[in-house]
């Protein structure tokens, strides 16, 4: 069983700046990609970032220029450094992998609220 760890959500205010981190200690041995999706109040779960192993990224269009993405391979860590934040990027954040040879696995989920 795949667990993965999210922390560095919160409140902060608009202009203000997050950090999320995401890892899968101990679980597996490699992973394919893993990326960072979020759900705001009402609405469906959309792409944020995502990253390969190989450093490969895309972003939605909504957060380019404002996040960046980072990842550590032999942790199984992923970051999302989220700069410039707006009361838009109001939304439970969830992290997401897909292991080497293995189904895709979701966080439980870290709340990030910007306020105006």
């Known amino acids: 069983q795949v667990q993965l760890v999210e922390s560095g959500g919160g409140l902060v205010q608009a202009g203000g700046s997050l950090r999320l981190s995401c890892s899968a200690p101990?679980?597996?041995?490699?992973?394919?990609?893993m990326g960072w999706y979020r759900q705001p109040p009402g609405k469906q779960r959309e792409l944020v970032a995502r990253i390969t192993s190989g450093g490969s990224t895309n972003y939605a269009d909504s957060v380019k220029g404002r996040f960046a993405i980072t990842r550590d391979n032999a942790k199984i860590a992923v970051y999302l450094q989220m700069n410039s934040l707006k009361p838009d990027d109001t939304a439970v954040y969830y992290c997401?992998?897909?292991?080497?040879?293995?189904?895709?696995?979701w966080g439980q989920g870290t709340q990030v609220t910007v306020s105006s």
């Open positions: 101990g679980s597996i041995l490699g992973f394919n990609a």
């Open positions: 997401h992998i897909t292991p080497w040879g293995s189904r895709d696995y």
